[in-house]
């Protein structure tokens, strides 16, 4: 068909093209899931006639053409990131100009224009024809909040992890953690966890549909979920993403992988560091044994044409090896106990040099065919696999670690289809991902505590943990397998606008396997006796249904987005989706019959005053539904005041949906599945005779797991925790609202940007599990008090009552600065500033999805958000400086987080609350890291190079020992007794071995050896 004049149609006409754009969606589209990873490039063409544009990408020869309308105006959608040659066709002449484009971004390119000379590039070819391409340009005209990550940054910027996501903070809005001696690396952006976070891969979310984490492999992991050698570069969004985007409620993170070029392309890198090259930490200073640590990671890619300019690949593999040192200290922090202390047997488990080792595989491997300009076939594997042995140290001696091994696999069947103003990407992907920690010893585990300070001669004192040693306590096996088939429609044939809508079905299973502990744990107070335990602990291997809780999982999701350039002036982005999720598990769960009788005999909540009804918590297998009010406008504005993209005022407003992790949804089953019970045995100091049902006299065939069976066999849920969730339970969400600018300008001979942007973000309907046991007259807190730990009376026949609603809240205003000028290899130097200020606040300590001290949220106050810093700067620059030598750096600086703390002082102890402080320092967190980088070129297509990397250069101490003790409140039996506020609060601690703690790392040296040809 034709190409016709766009201003010569009717109403009737567009009435018409819009319902076929309607079928098109809904018949060769009917299942989608698609994010923005083509780029596109539109502008206008000079002169009066329409003119043929024909883009070429430089390295791979995909071509895409489109006439242009007769006022000269063109776009191209959905073109992979690259440097493209763009040929104009018009009347019989032919002229070319370039362009670079980035992921997801809207590139204006007027053509027939003169390129100024401060923008060309050194000159690629194609084919004999010489082209110059003008840099990434920065897309100024969106109402999106964030930013890039370059390839030059991935390759250049120093790093210890090889975690692509840990360049995420180079955006403002975005923070991320290595923490503690696991060297977990997370993402989270505002007040939210990383719960609400989504990474999307080639236009596909990696969401974790049961863990926390965000996405698969980020989850209590020091592995990464996906090859750097892979990314060819990302973007993050920190706010107001378009109507695509989904399944999540703070940040985006979309990243395009590489493709094989016309070109055998290759490189290999090996980097290595140990602990000979680690500065050691304050406690190994002051005296601790220093044990042997190493890194290790290495990795290969290679691509090229199978046919040229037809059929490419790209494979490439990275592995990881760690060895982490563990030292295993007997005794609560601040009140070690000596090795000599303990019995022969077990001393030699603690004199015994341990560690943790983690090993894990990545691969990934990339097939591209374009068998003719209109068409793109992709498709892609990804594998990773890894091995963790984790809870060793301090207080856990090796016999007691747990492995956890973690896999994920996807792939990713893609056919896009390019026509003349119209554009379909279609996805078919598969996942298996599985997450399965397991204790190294099988059975009995063994605790020896103490009592806590100012309470050794209590009966029935709370105790503190001295050592664990034998079997551990940690047993899951949770993951997602399924298929989706997902598609992408985008509409270029009215003038000014660009429509794209999709549809999202995916059917996926979901496992949750959990037995906690699956040894049965023996405490003893070693104060009074290392042969006879106080108490165990144990999980029956004979009552219920043993295999995970499993259930097939359906999720649909439609939207609708449309980018309208009203003039060169005003673009309004205007979206629309809508998500629905069934997980039949939760929706057709039916409470046992023995619970709901136990609940209607149970006095205290069938009293009048209670807070709650427990009907809306009872499952008949019918009254539940599926969430159908997840609907999610999204609008946003870009004004550019002088029509050059160079001042561009924006702003927008819209509602994001997360999930609910079905990890908490499964618990209500888990409870009765996995049951735990508690039991105590009458010995000095332990008096257990008040609580018949569950005390005993110790006997050592309690030792055998069939004896322990045996206790409960008759009534298999005495003691037993239950878990029960509102029947209409809600998912998560956040409204998000955004106003900010955006500058293009030149400073010191060079092009800049900058942006600020205000934001204020409001999220909602977090999962809350409180206490459902109520006192007698049905209230939650004994006379005078407004603050303490679960009533005491269990539900009958079982034990306390944890019921689910919705209820965390987070609130967050930030102002986000950042100033960058780009990498170019003319200047041969880039920099970016990131500026952060976060006001962050909860209801709930760390979005905890337990509250034992409230019966509700209701009534709880606002406090300043866990983990998050007031003030946050990240600051990165490369430079070339000579002689084939890079040296890059990046500084991050952070005021301190606000931590936890209990307020026993402000009032009495009778009405304590959680009161976060922050800790008595200027600056909370300082690194420097620097990286220089040597690369000899061997005059053939050969090159080498070195690359040395220091990581927290001046070693400077982070520390995490902080006093958050406010002091010890009044005695509330004792009229006359005041409280004792602590002078230390705030500051170092003082008398105990956590003054010592630092977050990691140590000025770290790594070394790296690569190759490229």
Known sequence: MGYRNRSNRSPQRRLLSCALASCLVLGIAPLALAQSTGATIRGQVAGDAAARVTATNIATGLTRSVQSGANGSYSLGGLPPGTYRLDVERGGERYSESITVSIGQTATLNLGEAVEASSVQPATTLDGVVVTAAPVAIETRTSEVGGYVTQKQLEALPQNSRNFLAFADTIPGIAVTRSGVDEVTSLRSGAQVSNGINVYIDGVGQKDYVLKGGVTGQDSTAGNPFPQLAVGEYKVITSNYKAEYDQLSSAAITAVTKSGTNEFEGSFFWDYSNQDWMARTPRQRRGDVVQDRSAEQYGASFGGPIVKDLLHFFVTYEGKDILRPRDVTPGPSGRNVPIEQLPPSVQDLIRNSTSSPFSEDLWFGKLSWTPGDAHLVEFTIKDRKEDDLVNIGNQNTADYGTTRAGKDTRYDLRYQYSAQNWLNDAHITYEDASFGPRPITSGPGFNYQIPAQGQGGNNNPAMQTVLNFGGGTDMQDKGQKGFAFQNDFTFFGWEGHTIKAGIKYKKIDISA?????????????????????????????????????????????????????????????????????????????????????????????????????????????????????????????????????????????????????????????????????????????????????????????????????????????????????????????????????????????????????????????????????????????????????????????????????????????????????????????????????????????????????????????????????????????????????????????????????????????????????????????????????????????????????????????????????????????????????????????????????????????????????
């Open 513 to 1013: 396997y959990q037995r906690l502990p699956p040894n049965p744990q023996y405490r003893f107070d070693i104060a009074r006796s290392f042969e006879i335990p106080y108490e165990v602990n144990f999980t029956s291997t004979g009552i219920g249904t043993m295999g995970p809780v499993e259930s097939d999982n359906t999720q649909f999701g439609i939207y609708f987005q449309d980018d309208w350039e009203v003039n060169e002036h005003l673009t309004l982005n205007l979206g629309l989706r809508w998500d629905y999720e069934q997980t039949p598990s939760f929706e057709d769960h039916v409470t046992p019959t023995s619970l709901v009788d136990a609940l209607r005999a149970y006095g205290p909540i069938n009293n009048p005053n209670v807070d709650y009804n427990y009907n809306d918590f009872i499952s008949t297998g019918n009254n539940r539904k599926a969430f159908k009010d997840a609907w999610q406008p999204r609008v946003g504005f870009s004004y550019d005041l002088f029509g050059d993209q160079r001042h561009v005022i924006f702003g927008g407003a819209g509602r994001a949906y997360s999930r609910n992790q079905f990890d908490f949804m499964a618990r209500e089953q888990y409870s009765l599945a996995f049951q735990s019970y508690t039991y105590r045995f009458n010995t000095p100091g332990h008096d257990c005779s008040s609580q018949a049902a569950t005390c005993l006299t110790w006997d050592p065939s309690y030792y055998d797991q069939a004896s322990l069976d045996a206790l409960v066999a008759t009534n298999p849920n005495n003691g037993t925790t239950v878990y029960m969730i509102d029947n209409d339970i809600k998912t998560p969400y956040s409204d998000q609202f955004s106003l900010g600018m955006r500058n293009a300008f030149g400073m010191f001979g060079h092009d800049w940007n900058s942006s600020v942007t205000l934001l204020h973000i409001l999220s909602h309907d977090g999962i809350l599990f409180s206490v459902g046991n109520r006192l007698e007259d049905g209230s939650f807190f004994p006379p005078g008090r407004s603050f303490g730990s679960a009533p005491p009376a269990n539900l009958p026949g079982f034990g306390r009552l944890l019921i689910g609603r919705n209820a965390v809240e987070t609130r967050l205003t930030s102002l986000l600065l950042s100033l960058d000028k780009p990498y170019t290899r003319e200047s041969g130097w880039g920099t970016t500033l990131a500026y952060t200020y976060s006001d962050a606040k909860e209801n709930r300590n760390n979005h905890d999805t337990f509250s034992f001290d409230y019966p509700n949220l209701d009534n709880v106050a606002f406090t300043e958000s866990l983990g998050v810093a007031k003030h946050r700067l990240v600051a990165t620059g490369i430079m070339d400086i000579g002689w084939g030598m890079t040296l890059s750096g990046k500084l991050t600086l952070a005021t301190p987080e606000a931590r936890d703390s209990l307020d026993c002082i402000s009032i009495d102890t009778w009405n304590c609350y959680f009161n976060p402080y922050y800790a008595d320092t200027t600056i909370g967190y300082k690194q420097l890291d620097l990286a220089i980088q040597k690369e000899w070129d061997t005059g053939t297509d050969l090159k080498f190079r070195i690359r040395a990397d220091l990581i927290n250069a001046f070693d400077w101490n982070n520390w995490v020992g902080w006093d958050g003790s406010r002091g010890a409140g009044r005695n509330p039996t004792d009229a006359t007794s005041v409280a004792v506020p602590n002078p230390n609060f705030g500051n170092r601690q003082l008398n105990n071995t956590s003054r010592y703690d630092i977050a990691y790392p140590t000025r770290t040296f790594k070394i790296t050896f690569g190759l490229n040809w």
